[in-house]
């Protein structure tokens, strides 16, 4: 059996992971404990995000024609690849909370929603909050008006009906 017939069923799964992928994040997980390393497998899981190593030659020939091949330069020595499908910053985010404990982890670079970022616009990116922080916080926005108008509303009527009593 020919290497490249062994090879090609992981070059198709790392493709199935990541068509239709919001966000591809590469990092460098060298020198990361096994405890390091398993929560930062599980907040990722938690998220909804698969984090995988996989050879960089096998990755280099999953992207071809895709717009994750943006990262191929970026791929030399150990590599670990974060995808997600919904949340495209979510990858970024949870990886960002764990380098700043464990420092060894190291961004390398990311295609977010087809567009490619370096380290230093993978930082810029890490401090976006999540779809849900942003939903509540206009909605919070939106509620203080309202609130602040029925609290209003509601002094007037009890003024009301103190000078009718007068």
């Known amino acids: 059996m020919a290497k490249v017939e062994v090879k090609q069923p992981i070059i198709d799964e790392i493709k199935a992971k990541v068509e239709n992928a919001a966000s591809v994040v590469l990092v460098d997980y060298r020198g990361l404990t096994v405890e390091q390393d398993t929560r930062l497998r599980k907040s990722l899981r938690e998220a909804g995000c698969e984090y995988k190593v996989y050879k960089n030659t096998l990755m280099k ?37 764990m380098a700043k404990e464990a420092e060894a982890l190291e961004f390398k670079g ?20 999540s779809r849900e922080e942003l939903i509540s916080k206009l909605l919070g926005s939106l509620q203080s008006p309202v609130t602040n108008l029925a609290r209003v509303l509601n002094q007037i009527a009890e003024k009301g009906d103190s000078a009718a009593e007068a």
Do not use: H, M, W
């Open 110 to 129: 990311a295609v977010v929603e087809g567009d490619f970022y370096d380290v230093d616009g993978v930082k810029q990116l890490a401090s976006i909050p």
């Open 61 to 97: 020939r999953a992207f071809e024609g895709s717009d994750f091949a943006k990262l191929d330069d970026l791929l030399d020595g150990p590599s670990a690849i974060a995808i997600s499908k919904e949340d495209a910053t979510a990858p970024v985010r949870i990886l960002s909370n």
